[in-house]
């Protein structure tokens, strides 16, 4: 002992902090062949490997006519898989009213005070002018109203909708359609990340295709967040290895939705509590506040912790030295809940391992410095105070006397530790929270970039049946129109719950039986069943997370597949167009076409004269027996 202490005391080593960026050359250090990947954990599906991103107009498609019916202003709130949703179905909807589209307005950085002004609303996050040239044969679009226009929409002089998120085109064409030839102006505001139903009919396939240009071609990221991005996944490859991209989905207001409180401990638990009780008041939830967490576990409502994805990327034979990036601009749980999974794979890189603080800040722009949300002590309670709360009380056993005053450290209430000490209400968001909102749609886009790019990718939670998109629903989606042979993991979490039920006793050590059990599951999510279990749960909410058919087509001399129907008659998978012969030859297998900006396409952009397209727009629908049941 006394030897012990001795090497100890004298010992001039130093701790070193561990770095992951730091560590990825050690561990690859002693590589011979870096070129040579494990193909049967990185390769390419190859029974996915004859379908092509093909957006463009099949059918006559008639240019906008510059004498459109109006303009469509709208406000977007709510986060990154939001704002993009919404998008997409804006311009949808004024390509259906042959409307002039109004850039929209980003309301989570509208609402930040002080953020930097180079920057503002739409082109805080997306490039305007790509956005508007990409979309010149589809949609008019202009960055504002005409300026006869701006003071009766300070005066609130025009109809102003709140529509659902599955609101159908009749709803469109019957109910503001009307108004907007009526006013010429028409403002909407968007809050659940939709504002158009997802599956249109297919007579409509030509509305679908134009989500597709939208979301894979006209919404460019400003040029700082392009450049930042591609430097990230430079960096990811510079290693001379594969890795794969891992959103946990641990969001709060989705965790509150489900009722996955109990998968928590401690603050964390009632923070998440505290939030689904707001959402029974608000209406969004018609459920009661405690449920049992582990039984919605087991039904797949709630998501995979980090510890289980991590047993189950070893279990598929990924090595501890693997690569995998964190996405996600927030993680509920914090470090915490990622320490089990950082234990299993030391290479847990994220934007902050890749990114230096200036480049950060860089990409955010100069701002004005605010306040720091100083701690303020409660006010102590008066003496007649503490007997009115000692005689409202009731009946024995009355509570205990208060302990002995002590100092009170400001790490035990910044934040949410606060708040949920001192009152039931949760505080308005502080300057500093609205700036830091506006910031994780900067974080989340260099994440959505570097997922896109990633050899592999495994969401934590998607298909939550919520009706939001989500952020791991919207990668899979445009992993799949660019290459959709790439490895996207699409697990059962119900299927998930049950293997880790078998194996509860034994995590860290299963039975080979288990292994192979869950390479069989994770493999068959791969291929064409993945496929159609993603169509059958996640496209009815979010056309973007499964673009099949209508946006792709089919190299059919690789693969000949019988297309595949669902209950309700809606194919499925297997009904995508044969490409067209300039992307037959083998050289279009396996590479990315920007089709969009592509001159070889078979269809003619035809002129269409008359503005007025409500009666044949109206006959389309009306002829087609497969519409919305709801209508």
């Not at 709510?78 to 589209?101: H, P």
């Not at 503001?176 to 007579?203: E, H, N, R």
């Not at 991005?229 to 709060?252: D, I, S």
């Not at 830091?436 to 260099?446: P, V």
């Amino acid at each position: 002992m006394v030897a012990h202490l001795s090497m100890t005391k004298f010992s001039s080593m130093n701790l070193v902090q561990y770095s992951a960026k730091d560590a990825l050359s050690h561990d690859f250090s002693n590589i011979l062949s870096p070129g040579v990947i494990n193909k049967r954990l990185w390769g390419a599906v190859r029974s996915l490997e004859s379908l092509q991103p093909y957006a463009n107009p099949r059918n006559s498609y008639p240019v906008p006519n510059q004498n459109s019916n109006g303009f469509i202003y709208a406000k977007v709130f709510g986060g990154f898989e939001k704002i993009r949703s919404s998008i997409c179905d804006l311009v949808t909807i004024a390509r259906l009213l042959n409307a002039t589209l109004v850039i929209p307005e980003i309301q989570e950085s509208t609402r930040s005070k002080q953020i930097s002004s180079k920057f503002k609303s739409f082109s805080y996050l997306y490039d305007e002018e790509q956005f508007i040239a990409s979309l010149k044969n589809d949609v008019n679009i202009v960055k504002k109203l005409p300026e006869h226009f701006k003071a009766a929409r300070r005066r609130n002089d025009f109809p102003i909708f709140k529509p659902k998120k599955s609101a159908s085109p009749n709803f469109y064409i019957k109910e503001i359609l009307p108004k907007l030839k009526k006013a010429k102006v028409v403002g909407l505001i968007i809050t659940d990340g939709a504002c158009l139903q997802s599956i249109l009919p297919p007579s409509m396939s030509e509305f679908q295709r134009l989500r597709c240009r939208v979301a894979f071609h006209a919404l460019q990221f400003r040029p700082e967040i392009q450049i930042l991005g591609r430097q990230m996944v430079e960096r990811l490859r510079a290693w001379g290895q594969p890795f794969l991209a891992y959103h946990p989905g641990l969001v709060r207001d989705t965790l509150a939705y489900h009722g996955c409180a109990e998968l928590f401990q401690d603050i964390h638990t009632e923070l998440i509590q505290y939030r689904r009780a707001h959402m029974i008041r608000q209406g969004i939830i018609s459920d009661k506040l405690n449920v049992d967490s582990h039984l919605r576990r087991e039904n797949g409502s709630c998501p995979l912790m980090p510890e289980e994805v991590g047993l189950l990327l070893r279990a598929m034979g990924y090595p501890s030295k693997t690569i995998i990036y964190l996405a996600g601009s927030q993680t509920f749980g914090g470090q915490r809940v990622l320490i089990p999974l950082r234990a299993m794979f030391a290479n847990l890189v994220d934007r902050t391992s890749l990114c230096s603080k200036t480049e950060l800040s860089d990409l955010v722009g100069p701002e004005t410095p605010l306040p720091l949300d100083a701690f303020k002590v409660p006010r102590p309670k008066s003496e007649a105070k503490i007997k009115e709360e000692w005689n409202k009380a009731g009946p024995r056993p009355r509570p205990l006397p208060p302990p002995p005053e002590r100092r009170i450290y400001p790490h035990e209430k910044e934040g949410w530790y606060g708040w949920i000490t001192e009152t039931d209400k949760e505080p308005i968001p502080s300057p500093m929270d609205l700036r830091s909102q506006a910031h994780r749609l900067l974080w989340d886009a260099l994440d959505y970039i570097v997922s896109v790019e990633a050899d592999a990718f495994f969401p934590g939670f998607n298909n939550d049946g919520s009706g939001w998109p989500d952020f791991s629903g919207l990668v899979m989606g445009q992993r799949l129109y660019e290459r959709a042979s790439s490895r996207t993991y699409r697990p059962d979490r119900k299927t998930i719950a049950a293997l880790f039920n078998s194996t509860r006793d034994n995590m860290y050590h299963p039975m080979r039986d288990w292994t192979l059990s869950v390479k069989e599951h994770l493999n068959r999510s791969l291929s064409e069943e993945g496929l159609i279990r993603q169509s059958l749960l996640s496209k009815p909410y979010s056309f973007l997370s499964h673009p099949l058919p209508e946006c792709s087509c089919r190299i059919s001399s690789l693969e000949n597949t019988k297309p595949k129907k669902g209950k309700d008659g809606r194919v499925l998978y297997g009904d995508e167009h044969e490409c067209p012969k300039w992307m037959q030859s083998a050289g279009a297998l396996g590479v990315r076409n920007d089709d969009t900006g592509s001159g070889e396409d078979d269809n003619e952009v035809v002129e269409h004269d008359d503005p007025d397209i409500t009666s044949s727009l109206l006959s389309m629908i009306d002829r087609d027996e497969e519409w919305d049941p709801n209508d």
